[in-house]
T-cell receptor, first 119, second 116 residues
Framework: EAEVAQSPRYKITEKSQAVAFWCDPI?????LYWYRQILGQGPELLVQ????????DSQLPKDRFSAERLKGVDSTLKIQPAELGDSAMYLC?????????????????FGAGSRLTVL | AQKVTQAQTEISVVEKEDVTLDCVYE???????LFWYKQPPSGELVFLIR??????QNEISGRYSWNFQKSTSSFNFTITASQVVDSAVYFC?????????????FGDGTTLTVKP
């Protein structure tokens, strides 16, 4: 069964260091999402891409976070510099192209996540 | 702004009991979608169901059933004859079709523990 691949699964870093997460969505899924999930809370959208274009990055802390999806396939989320409050699970999800609602375009398939601990 | 509230933080039941997880939502859109996702201890969220705002028909899938009531802005999830494997965190989510149908806002989840 097709899945969303994420790496690394776990990352421990020190405050002020740079961190990067990678995501490879399900083949054919035009829309890619990065969510952040703090322990005990629900996922919160950081950035949404359709192909290589950003659809929504209103909740992305742009002073330290950046995301790209250069060829409209895989994506990288970067944090520089990392802060203690960034400790969380970073979830990548993908879905069909936005206009395909009838066939489940907003049904998200999630990866296993990347758990970040900032010391 | 859209909002999802799952008032039950944790629920514990004994195997074979029925359990209902509550979800209340807020939205100004007339066209929206509601979802339930399951997050087992392994961590990967798994899609369970999607309903659109025009379809209030309740749905049953095996031991799972969902009750959608627009009048009370609720989309509750019932597990009948619970099993240990049902232990997980369950999230309710909402997306607004007129704003950004792909953007789901999640509640904070309900942790369900089913004891043998």
């Amino acid at each position: 069964e097709a899945e969303v691949a994420q790496s690394p699964r776990y990352k421990i870093t020190e405050k002020s260091q740079a961190v990067a997460f990678w995501c490879d969505p399900i083949s054919g899924h035009a829309t890619l999402y990065w969510y952040r999930q703090i322990l005990g809370q629900g996922p919160e959208l950081l950035v949404q891409f359709q192909d290589e274009s950003v659809v929504d990055d209103s909740q992305l802390p742009k002073d330290r976070f950046s995301a790209e999806r250069l060829k409209g396939v895989d994506s990288t989320l970067k944090i520089q510099p990392a802060e203690l409050g960034d400790s969380a699970m970073y979830l990548c999800a993908s879905s069909l192209r936005g206009g395909q609602l009838a066939t489940g375009a907003n049904v998200l398939t999630f990866g296993a996540g990347s758990r970040l601990t900032v010391l | 702004a859209q909002k999802v509230t799952q008032a039950q933080t944790e629920i514990s039941v004994v195997e074979k009991e029925d359990v209902t997880l509550d979800c209340v939502y807020e939205t100004r859109d007339t066209t929206y979608y509601l979802f339930w996702y399951k997050q087992p201890p392994s961590g990967e969220l798994v899609f369970l169901i999607r309903r659109n705002s025009f379809d209030e028909q309740n749905e049953i899938s095996g031991r799972y059933s969902w009750n959608f009531q627009k009048s009370t802005s609720s989309f509750n999830f019932t597990i009948t004859a619970s099993q240990v494997v049902d232990s997980a965190v369950y999230f309710c989510a909402l997306s607004e079709a007129q704003t950004n149908a792909g953007k789901s806002t999640f509640g904070d989840g309900t942790t369900l523990t089913v004891k043998p």
